[in-house]
């Protein structure tokens, strides 16, 4: 691991030549000068973790250093030292951009502390910026993957709803991708800079719910021991994605709509205003038209929300999506898993794909994961699909021998279709099917193997 660079500028020798000993036997690397012209010309020419800066120095004093490598190094932490420890001269260094300031005579753990914690502030920094980095990389379009023309069509709107500032509202069954369109949104929009708080109004009673959104001053209800911010001002300046729209209560409408008209709400227990700049991106599997006509929805409520809808159609209206998909999970997982799977056979593609995923883009995803998983050569076959997929999603899928018309053959049909039923709706555990059945599982596999019943 590399060591951590330290730039010094003191003019005093003996002080320089101090402070670079004990920095050095510390573990850190450092570059020593002796005035503020030579600090910006290392500082130009290599890299440092910080920077420390005499109050005093010939020629540029530390007040002049400080303010130059502000503009052409604004990124870099500087700490001042002093002589002069005076509350003029500390307020004036932090006017000025310094991180910190340390009174001479140096303590030497004092500087070795301030050290750790400009590291640790760096290294936050840092890992927040690649995070950053890899979300918006993560949720630009290109990353969706699709290929259908319904989900190209979706996708131009995206492109032309995202730098606006509209209100959108997601519509799609579970698991077709909502969460991830409106990651996309955000991203692509002018706030993707600013916070993108979610939440998800189904999996918050309703009870918490406003307190939730709009927070609360302590003492607003029982257990309410301080103040608690809500998620609009957490968002403030961003956007906040509000899942499940459709289950938010009644009262709580009321409070959103006033949002979206007024842009300020009250915390719980306050009558202060407070004002909000957020942009509101709503999501919800439900009928809302039908919600509004049973009075669940306010119709205001409505339309504040329904200036741009997106509709995400279902994968079972996309089958040209799904080999992208597969293909797309079978290299994550496998990746993640750590496992050099490279195909599927063509039978276990061809279930796949004719399966019709109730699930969607959500249930896909899943069945790959425990694929990839389960699977223990380099292709993934049938055997590590689930039982469902293995003859299709319905139990008249079964190979069955033809059937006839005597009694006794009629008898048996009975039995072979008990015994398809039974095996379909335990998953092809025959154990339970036998159960079920109220037939041993010796019995049970007997009967499979005479009706020519057969599991891949």
């Known amino acids: 691991m590399e060591k951590p660079r330290i730039l010094i500028a003191e003019d005093e020798k003996s002080q320089r030549e101090l402070l670079e000993g004990f920095l050095k036997k510390e573990g850190f690397s450092v570059e020593a000068v002796s005035n503020g012209r030579q600090a910006i010309e290392k500082i130009g020419a290599d890299f440092f973790d910080i920077a420390f800066l005499d109050y005093k120095m010939p020629e540029l004093d530390g007040l002049q250093t400080l303010r130059e490598m502000r503009k052409r190094f604004p990124d870099l ?33 004092e500087l070795l502390l301030i050290i750790r914690k400009v590291l640790e502030r760096s ?21 969706i993957i699709y290929g259908s023309p319904k989900m190209e069509e979706v996708m131009g709107l ?51 719910l406003e307190s939730e959104l709009f927070g609360h001053e302590k003492g607003a209800f029982t257990g309410a021991v301080q103040k608690r911010i809500g998620r609009f001002e957490e968002a403030d300046s961003g956007t906040i994605f509000l899942d499940e729209i459709g289950e938010l209560p ?15 709400f009250q915390r719980l227990g306050s009558n202060l205003n407070l004002k ?13 038209e039908e919600a509004m006509k049973k009075g669940f929805f306010r119709e205001d409520l409505y339309y504040r929300l329904n200036v741009i809808s997106i509709h995400l159609p279902p994968l079972r209206e996309r089958k040209e999506d799904i080999p992208l ?12 898993n ?25 249930e896909l995803e899943n069945l790959m994961e425990r694929a990839v998983v389960l699977c223990r050569g380099e292709i993934i076959t049938t055997q590590d699909l689930p039982f469902h997929l293995q003859e299709g999603a319905s139990e008249k899928q079964w190979e ?10 009629s008898l048996e049909e009975i039995e072979r279709d008990l015994i398809v039923k039974a095996l379909y709706q335990h998953q092809g555990v025959q154990t339970k099917a036998a159960e079920s059945l109220g037939i041993s599982e010796r019995v049970l596999r007997y009967k499979m193997k005479k009706y020519g019943i057969r599991q891949s």
């Not at 001042?80 to 303590?107: F, N, Q, R, W």
């Not at 890992?127 to 379009?141: G, I, M, V």
């Open 77 to 109: 932490p500087v700490v001042m030292m002093t002589a002069y420890g005076t509350v003029e001269t500390a307020v004036a260094s932090m006017k000025e951009g310094a991180l910190d300031y340390l009174t001479k005579p140096i303590d030497l753990d």
């Open 123 to 143: 290294t936050l920094i840092r890992e927040n910026r690649e995070l950053k980095a890899r979300l918006q990389e993560r949720y630009t379009f290109q990353n």
């Open 400 to 409: 069955i021998p033809g059937k006839t018309k005597t009694l006794p053959d």
């Open 250 to 264: 009644p009262s709580t409408q009321v409070k959103l709509l006033r949002i979206l008209q007024e842009k300020e």
């Open 325 to 336: 998909l597969i293909d797309h999970f079978l290299k994550k997982y496998s990746e993640l």
């Open 158 to 208: 995206i492109a032309r709803v995202a730098p606006s500032q509209a209100t959108v509202l997601i519509r799609g069954e579970s698991g077709t991708g909502k969460e991830l369109i409106a990651n996309a949104i955000h991203y692509a929009s002018a706030r993707s800079e600013k916070p993108f708080v979610k939440v998800s109004c189904a999996a918050i009673p309703e009870t918490l």
């Open 276 to 288: 909000t700049d957020v942009r509101v991106i709503t999501a919800t599997h439900r009928n809302l």
């Open 338 to 362: 750590r496992k050099k799977i490279h195909d599927l056979s063509k039978e276990a593609r061809t279930l796949l794909l004719r399966y019709s995923y109730p699930g969607n883009v959500r």
